[in-house]
């Protein structure tokens, strides 16, 4: 690339791709300008024309298309003096292999002279060395400028055959262009000078340019000067840029962090109260317990008593009665007189109280508030790290405090510290020094003994605290989030979610391309993609009935030609060739578009999902729920169930990809999981746990190692699953761009390739936790 202010070479020009036609990508033919610099071929701007205007393919800029047609743009003399230089480099006519004279057919008729050894770079002809020792002899060309052939294929005259190049008049063929005429402002030669230009003032093309030239260049040196303020723009946006997602990173660990801390404290808290629980109700029991002990033991001397005297007065005789009577009346008596019913015992029955501020709607323990950026300070101290802009001059005058919007910010994770004075405190912390009578007692301080270090923030807590004061409370814009348990919006905190999460790859975003085309007549919806040789992939554009090819880096390299009338929906490349579903067919063609077979899949599925095996020379698709593999001659090599054949009409994969170690993993949209499983059907793995969010598992794809990547389209996050299926956390959120990913595909083994709904694809490098 050259740079600003340089001046490119001519080897440049020619080597680079500046002859290319960014449309076809082919070298430029009859190439013509558009009003902003960029040069096509005439028939692709042709096939560009819509309605009377078109589109600049590079820079989207509207161009209006003259009446008489793309060919009435200027036609680019400079490009085709290039494309001159370089077509008589590579070679005209070639008799046994070698370039034949020019001049010797003139001479003495076809099939008679030598090889050509010579070129003349004012005629551009090439010569044989009879007639270039006679070039060089005669009235008219002994000044010409005759070089050895093969040294100007090799390219050490191209500077000097291109100072002596003239370009030729398109009306006029054989006659080079000359003068300038100065009211039309067109390029003139011998022939087009006589009429109708007779009368117009014209001049040398050497004299006009020398005119003109002056204006030309102090124009560009005022756009080099605005080139230099675009740069430096440039880089206080990209350094802008970075400052936000160094912020949105710290803010989002923090938010993790103080999310964790309150769950540990209210955690704390409950198993505090269930374990008065326990207590309470055990010495409840125990007392009970007691009390039944003895209540069922007077039970027993009564019923024993009271069924003695019942047999003798139903059973005995009358001297034994009257013997008797004295005896039972005493008992009697003596049981009568006993308290049967003891005192009501105490019974606390125990309730729960919540603090009024945990059901109110508009409570938030967590809360943003966002400021101005302030402009970055000679002595590099930086705003975000607590030391700089308002807030430190706030915390040398020593009256700033910290807003505490109802959350909790810990220390920074970058290792900066923060004052205790300037950030919320944590749950620790707020339950240890917040005096009691400034704060609205909890449930536990009002029945039981709740330890206050244990307790977390309480929302009424989070309304009394004190707002921070000065011109940083006028520069807030504070806008209000509740956190949700089950949330569909973008999650905030780019890292995983788990523990220890330095032992899992985590993304480097590499670059970011949209994927429609010229051509194209709609929008793209993007519905698969895999890998297409070394960092390509290719991506099934169902909406355009297209398989577009781009590289990692977003270079669009063609397409593969497809059937008529097909929509390709999934896509996996073979070993020299392309399966791809398409309604209810499966299809393998060759990269040129033929066809090699096609099979009929089940009417009873919409969509059918396809996945290369790592051998590379079979292809498997999913088919009313179960997985069919199928050989490179479309032979069916083997059809299995995820689970078995209990599980038949049980699964629905919309899904499948496979791993390095032959595994198949698929999303189940009827289990509403993702299943892992052999090569035999056999089910190593499932996941359908919460960290689904209640949403339909997506995409899937899986690196060199076995890690699943699973794409959770309704919250915006790609999750990580370990090789068995077992959630792991999160790998991409809204933080990293994702909105509605729908496809992904793993390329190498360290890429993840991601398609949005609008068409968009992001790629990031997969970081290995070992690196």
Aim: glycine share 10%.
């Amino acid at each position: 690339m050259v740079s600003q202010g340089a001046s490119p070479s001519l080897l440049e020009a020619l080597s680079s791709d500046f002859l290319a036609c960014k449309i076809c990508l082919e070298q430029l033919r009859a190439p013509k300008t558009l009003p902003c610099l960029h040069t096509y071929c005439q028939d692709c701007l042709a096939q560009l024309a819509d309605g009377g205007h078109l589109r600049c393919p590079e820079c989207r800029e509207t161009v209006p298309v003259p009446p008489a047609g793309v060919a009435a743009f200027k036609t680019n003399f400079f490009v085709n003096g290039l494309l001159d230089l370089v077509r008589a480099r590579a070679g005209g006519d070639l008799r046994a292999g070698k370039p034949a004279c020019a001049l010797c057919p003139l001479m003495g008729g076809a099939g008679t002279g030598g090889p050509a050894t010579a070129r003349c770079l004012d005629c551009a002809d090439d010569l044989c060395q009879a007639c270039a020792d006679g070039h060089r002899c005669t009235r008219q060309t002994h000044t010409h400028r005759v070089v050895d052939l093969v040294g100007y294929r090799a390219g050490w005259y191209d500077e000097e055959a291109r100072e002596r190049q003239a370009a030729q008049c398109p009306q006029h063929p054989g006659e080079a262009l000359r003068f300038l005429c100065q009211p039309c402002s067109q390029l003139l030669c011998r022939e087009c000078r006589l009429d109708p230009h007779l009368d117009h003032p014209c001049l040398p093309l050497a004299e006009a340019v020398r005119a003109r030239k002056p204006g030309l260049e102090e124009l560009l040196a005022g756009v080099d000067n605005n080139l230099a303020e675009l740069e430096s723009a440039r880089m206080v946006e990209k350094e802008a840029l970075a400052r936000l997602r160094e912020r949105a990173a710290r803010v989002g660990t923090q938010v993790e962090e103080v999310a964790e801390g309150v769950l540990r404290a209210l955690l704390a808290q409950k198993q505090e109260v269930l374990g008065q629980l326990r207590a309470h109700v055990e010495a409840a029991e125990e007392a009970a317990r007691e009390r039944l002990g003895e209540l069922e033991g007077r039970e027993q001397v009564a019923r024993a008593a009271a069924a003695f005297a019942r047999r003798v007065l139903s059973l005995g005789r009358e001297a034994e009665i009257l013997s008797l009577e004295g005896a039972i009346a005493q008992r009697l008596r003596q049981l009568q007189g006993c308290p049967w019913m003891p005192g009501p015992a105490p019974c606390l029955l125990p309730r729960l109280e919540l603090h009024p501020g945990l059901l109110d709607k508009n409570c938030h323990l967590l809360r943003l508030c966002f400021e101005e950026q302030q402009p970055q300070k000679d002595n590099g101290k930086d705003e975000a790290g607590g030391q700089g802009g308002d807030e430190a001059q706030s915390q040398r005058e020593g009256g700033a405090k910290s807003e505490r919007q109802g959350g909790i910010q810990p220390q920074s994770r970058d290792g900066a510290y923060t004052p205790k004075e300037n950030r919320a405190q944590t749950p620790q912390e707020e339950g240890a020094q917040t005096p009691k009578e400034e704060r609205a007692k909890t449930p536990q301080e009002d029945g039981a003994q709740t330890p206050k270090e244990g307790r977390a923030q309480t929302p009424l807590e989070d309304e009394g605290a004190q707002t921070p004061r000065g011109s940083r409370s006028n520069k807030k814009r504070k806008f209000k989030g509740r956190l949700k348990s089950i949330s569909r919006e973008p999650s905030p905190a780019p890292g995983l979610n788990l523990e220890g999460s330095g032992l899992l790859p985590r993304p480097i975003f590499s670059c970011s391309f949209p994927t429609r085309m010229p051509g194209d007549k709609r929008s793209p919806r993007i519905t698969g993609l895999c890998p297409f040789g070394p960092r390509e992939i290719l991506v099934a554009d169902e909406q355009n009935r297209a398989l577009k090819r781009f590289s990692l880096s977003g270079d669009y390299r063609g397409a593969v030609p497809v059937p008529e009338g097909c929509s390709p929906c999934s896509v996996a490349a073979l070993q020299g060739a392309v399966a791809f579903s398409a309604g209810a067919r499966l299809y393998l063609i060759s990269p040129d578009g033929e066809v090699q077979w096609r099979r009929a899949l089940s009417l009873s599925q919409a969509s059918h999902a396809v996945a290369a095996m790592p051998s590379g020379d079979r292809v498997a698709v999913s088919v009313s729920g179960h997985v069919e593999v199928y050989n490179m001659e479309g032979s069916l090599a083997t059809r299995f169930i995820p689970g078995g054949k209990a599980n038949r009409g049980l699964r629905a994969l919309v899904f499948l990809t496979t791993s390095p170690q032959g595994n198949f993993v698929g999303s189940d949209w009827q289990q509403n999981s993702v299943v892992v499983c052999d090569g035999l059907g056999q089910v190593i793995g499932e996941y359908r746990g919460p960290g689904l969010h209640g949403c339909q598992p997506g995409s899937v794809s899986v690196d060199k190692k076995g890690y699943i990547f699973l794409t959770l389209r309704e919250v915006n996050k790609v999750v990580i699953l370990d090789p068995k299926g077992s959630l792991l956390g999160d790998f991409l959120t809204a933080y990293h761009g994702l909105e509605k990913p729908r496809v992904t595909t793993m390329v190498d083994g360290r890429h993840l390739v991601v398609s949005l709904s609008n068409g968009t694809i992001h790629v990031f490098r997969v970081r290995p936790p070992d690196s």
